[in-house]
């Protein structure tokens, strides 16, 4: 016997089986030129749509994933079952009303979940990239998701929003694109990453690069470095995670309630990180850690670069920010609300109270549902009187 | 021409030229018995001394180190010339005045600067001890320095301080030998390793041993596993400094003034931790941080393992945090103070106020000084008051 509950997930607030679909252009002799001033081409994007294009064209949001994300977003995956990572927020009558909106989830070039990576065949080689693979931005995975956006004949996004590394992205459509985001939602990023940031960053990649089986890049025919990939992982959760939530969730509670009196993982916080490194390595190209990484890095949208100093925008921001994120702090996103005011754009910011870190973006869905679906319904009302594509709302004088 | 400011450093508030001396103990078949159950010896320690052991034997203080420290505390190395890891704190005027007390600072066993280890020669086989090395916890640490205290005829410690894992060891002294100690000034430490805390030693025990010149703990004919241990150390570096001093310390500069577009150190601080990285496993013997990292980690002295439920202690304590460190945060110094207030115990508590990080109570001299030399002259005036060696001040009712 079904219950209620269950009925009621799976017949009101789900979106049932998915798709990921796939976007290939830039076709030589027309590749895309990228930041770095190489080359690249084709590029497939992986993406998914959930909900369905208004007549108008006029309500489409893009989703942008973090580090490890993918485009599976919502609804259950028809090859695997799988829900998407952030099903909590996106479906029908949820915070992405998918009822009201349609709603684009895109991979990012660079990464290995079905568009255009390290890992995939150089057409000049025949061979996977590797390190042959181009060095890549923010903004050229924003170029790239403008070619697809392009392509689904939406001009103008009602709304682009991601967290941690998908809120960089949405930052860089807003300085990319800006006549093109109607509204934007970065949640727990930042302009640029501090040194602490680098840091972290810098020893995951040492961590990969240190592993014999990493073979310069070049290990395709071999299988991953899964142990310094297992490694850097680890740190990355608990980076993930805060103090707080790892007391919560694991105090000092031991595995096997005795001490080992030697180095196996005695406490459950040690078996849990184990666990998901090992578990990492299974689903993630190392070199696209290391692109990926490098990329997030780079990037620095402080100082003006957000938006230009000639220009004034008509995008309406939302910026949220957990209290308890140590890896994105909220200072950082108060940044973001400093360039953004100094700029006379529409912005309201939101620090939510919650232990769980920085995966409190994937966590804390109440709170920003409420906010979102606010932001949202007040967007989509003045989304007509919205100057047009192309057009900045003028120059400071 | 030697200038003014040099010579009052070298004739007035230097210690001048120190050795390390040795001591060894527990031959066999008289071997210290160890937490784990296990029998070790013979057993050395490396250890150091400043200053002069006054006839009463009552002005010995104990400095105790952090996790990668040694015995060179204070003073100019007579076979190196390398100034001690506390050379602000110890010495003629100093916090630790020299000219007033007997300051020793002892190794640790486990080590690898002198002392017995996993890198030492295991006499019943003639190899390194390796993974053969028994098991070792911050009270074994204790006992063998108990030991060194008993060898050089002091009975009652006027004080025992150290930061970090040498706080461990301060906190673990009054707990197992209260009635030889009279002042204990815990820095920057715990009573007790939070999840985060053993999570961060994990990522790092692992990293060492991910590397295949580990070899199962068993390298010692061919060299250390140079790049786990080195990306292990980078992920300390992490932990010592806060997010406010790497920007202070490094912003976003870059190396080269440009970026790379490749896996090069662009920014200075991915520079700085590569380099920490190299130069550690130059002189850190990669088994030693294992079995010290997991000897941290198994301490707790929460709940009533501080001071039994039956004792009144006459030991006084200062113990000090600081803002910025988020590795050791100030609620974990707390909640010694709380341990201590709850058993009736003389402390003083004080957060300084550094954006140093855990660093502080390395680099944050002055106010330490103030506080420290404060704290011993009083301590100092109550000593032959104190109720005499293997008295506690009675129980409760």
């Known amino acids: 016997m079904v219950s209620t509950a269950l009925k009621k997930n799976n017949f009101q607030n789900d979106i049932g089986t998915v798709e990921t ?76 009303d998918t009822n009201k909106y349609f709603v684009i989830c895109s991979n990012i070039i660079g990464g290995c979940k079905g568009s255009t990576g390290p890992a995939a065949i150089n057409p000049t080689t025949g061979r996977p990239y590797a390190l042959g693979f181009p060095f890549i931005t923010i903004a050229d995975m924003v170029n790239t998701q403008r070619r697809l956006i392009d392509h689904l004949g939406i001009d103008r996004l009602l709304c682009v929003a991601g967290g941690s590394m998908g809120g960089m992205q949405v930052l ?120 990926i990484t490098k990329a997030m890095d780079y990037l620095d949208l402080s100082a003006g670069r957000l938006i230009r100093q000639d220009k004034l925008i008509a995008t309406r921001f939302l910026v949220i920010s957990f209290s308890s994120d140590w890896l994105y702090p909220s200072y950082q996103s108060q940044e973001i609300v400093r360039e953004l005011k100094g700029r006379q754009v529409d912005v309201a910011y939101c620090e939510l109270k919650s232990t769980y870190g920085h995966d409190a973006f994937l966590v804390e869905t109440a709170e920003q549902t409420e906010l979102i679906r606010n932001f949202l319904r007040v967007t989509q009302q003045g989304y007509h009187s919205w100057p047009g594509r192309g057009t900045t709302v003028g120059g400071f004088a």
Chains 1, 2 share one sequence.
């Open 172 to 291: 860089q459509w807003a300085a990319s694109y800006p006549e093109r985001v109607r509204a934007a939602i970065p949640i727990a990023t930042a302009l640029k990453h501090s040194p602490q940031q680098i840091a972290f960053n810098e020893v995951v990649r040492q961590s990969i690069m240190a592993d014999p089986a990493w073979r310069k890049g070049d290990y395709y025919d071999h299988g991953q470095p899964e142990k310094g990939l297992a490694v850097a992982r680890m740190i990355g959760h608990i980076t993930f995670m805060s103090d707080r939530s790892m007391e919560e969730k694991f105090s000092r509670r031991l595995k096997n309630g005795v001490f080992s009196f030697n180095f196996d993982a005695d406490f459950e916080v040690e078996g849990y990180l184990r666990y998901r490194g090992a578990n990492f390595v299974k689903r993630f190209d190392a070199n696209s850690y290391l692109y």
């Open 21 to 96: 679909k796939y976007y290939t252009f830039a076709h030589p002799p027309n590749e895309l030129v990228l930041e770095c001033g190489e080359r690249l081409g084709p590029i497939t994007l992986a993406y998914e749509t959930y909900g369905r294009l208004d007549a108008r064209r006029s309500n489409a949001i893009l989703i942008l994933h973090a580090l490890s994300g993918d485009a599976h977003a919502a609804g259950v995956h028809g090859e695997d079952g799988a829900t998407g990572w952030w099903e909590e927020m996106i479906g029908p009558g949820k915070g992405f």
